[in-house]
């Protein structure tokens, strides 16, 4: 019994580490996407405005043409209206580290 | 953890410092009855008293009636206290100021709240919407004006709820001692999106409060990037209709005026947050992020929508 809780305990600090990793990421997402997009992991992000989330690490494409590269998930966020000029996707102003948080964080979203 | 929004058990203002105290003796007095008459239950179930007839025990030598007039002492005496503390409080809280430092006409609409600042001269006077400014220790008059439904104006940590009720002028009044962010909720159900129907009231010291309204008197900035100018012109065809943009050609009054959008921090009643990202959802699509808000959502190119936000970012 004491290893079963034990096992436990150890098991939410590491839900726990997991969950601070991507916190930054998470907060930015909430702020600048909700809107938009349904992105699993993110409360409040219901919109439906643009593209859900969910399994995107696993799409193929982005935006109908770049191949879904870490670099080129990179280079959307950061200029989205470069790669679909006239897009509904406005370019929202991110920093290269906070597009790297966001892509980081979006890699990770394997299921669909 | 960070404090709860709407914190009803702390105070930071002379009016919700006259009801919180009462609010905290009335849960303290509810919690020790309830655990009493639970710990009596439990001595009942454990020690039952046989087969004897209830008229028997109270008639009985053994205490029956004592029991109960200290049960009518015990319980009279708390209410007693109640009563005199509430009426206490409520002569403190209910009549609103004679000489109020501000006098606001604020209206709630279905799902957002339009806020007028009055002023002896006209031109001191204007509207905005969903976020409240006052000065830390002033007192303000709010005349709640009854619009479509019923709803309630609360702002927990400064004041009680009041009713704005349709065709009638509720007066309530304001006052905040410490500087800070103050979540104001409807609270009185009123429709659909009744539980994202909320409001800020920011109360900062006189000298920034007073550089927050002469920045609210100005009109709107004529667009000057080309984006931003395409802009004031999709604004005018799709949102002028609803919407007022004081300075530009936008008068619409069924609607959050919009002159001043970039100085709130939040959107859609405090329903999103005030960045781009929100900004261009919302306008795209409020029926998603707020089912039932009376904003449709707007069928806005791609283009039209970047062009929109370049406007809107201007209205700071
Ligand atoms: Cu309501």
Redesign the pocket.
Same mark, same amino acid.
């Given at each position: 019994m004491p290893r079963l809780i034990l096992l436990a305990l150890t098991l939410l600090v590491a839900c726990d580490r997991h969950a601070d990793r991507h916190a930054a990421p998470r907060a930015l997402i909430a702020a600048q996407c909700a809107a938009c997009h349904t992105v699993p992991g993110v409360a409040i992000a219901r919109g439906q405005v643009g593209p859900p989330l969910a399994g995107i690490a696993r799409r193929t494409t982005l935006a109908g043409r770049l191949p879904n590269t870490p670099a080129n998930m990179r280079h959307f966020l950061l200029h989205p209206q470069a790669v679909q000029p006239g897009g509904a996707m406005p370019d929202m102003g991110l920093t290269p580290a906070q597009a790297d948080a966001i892509a980081d964080y979006l890699a990770t979203l394997d299921e669909p | 953890m960070s404090a709860p929004p709407l914190g009803y058990l702390t105070s930071a203002g002379e009016r919700a410092a006259a009801i919180v105290p009462l609010t905290w003796f009335v849960l303290a007095v509810s919690v020790i009855v309830g655990m009493v008459v639970a710990v009596l239950l439990l001595a009942a179930i454990v020690h039952p008293r046989g087969r004897a007839l209830p008229t028997a025990i109270v008639a009985g030598d053994d205490h029956g009636l004592a029991w109960i007039k200290w049960g009518l002492v015990l319980s009279a005496l708390p209410l007693i206290v109640t009563l005199v503390w509430t009426m206490a409080a409520l002569g403190r809280v209910a009549g609103p100021p004679r000489s109020p430092a501000l006098v606001l006409d604020v209206t709630?609409r279905q799902?957002w709240w339009e806020v007028r600042y009055d002023a002896r001269d006209p031109a001191d006077r204007f509207v905005t919407a969903n976020e409240i400014h006052i000065a830390t220790g002033a007192r303000v008059l709010v005349r709640l004006h009854g619009g479509d439904v019923i &709803?309630?104006f609360w702002v927990p940590q400064l004041s009680g709820k009041t009713d704005a009720i349709p065709g009638q002028t509720n007066l309530t009044w304001l006052a905040a001692d410490v500087p800070g962010r103050y979540r104001g909720q =409807?609270?009185?159900? =009123?429709?659909l999106e &009744?539980a994202k129907?909320a409001f800020e009231v920011v109360a900062e010291p006189p000298a920034a409060f007073e550089r927050w309204r002469r920045a609210q008197l100005q009109t709107a900035p004529p667009p000057s990037s080309d984006a931003a100018q395409r802009g004031a012109r999709v604004f005018q065809s799709h949102c002028a209709s609803c919407h007022a943009v004081r300075g530009a050609r936008a008068a619409g009054s069924t609607a959050p005026d919009l002159t001043h959008l970039m100085s709130r921090r939040l959107i859609a009643a405090g329903t999103l947050p005030n960045t781009r990202g929100s900004l261009a959802g919302w306008v795209r699509a409020p029926q998603t992020s707020k089912p039932g808000a009376l904003m449709p959502d707007q069928q806005l190119t791609g283009q039209q929508l970047g062009d929109m936000l370049a406007y809107l970012v201007t209205l700071k």
């Open positions: - | 709630p799902y &709803h309630s =409807c609270a009185e159900f =009123c429709g &009744h129907m």
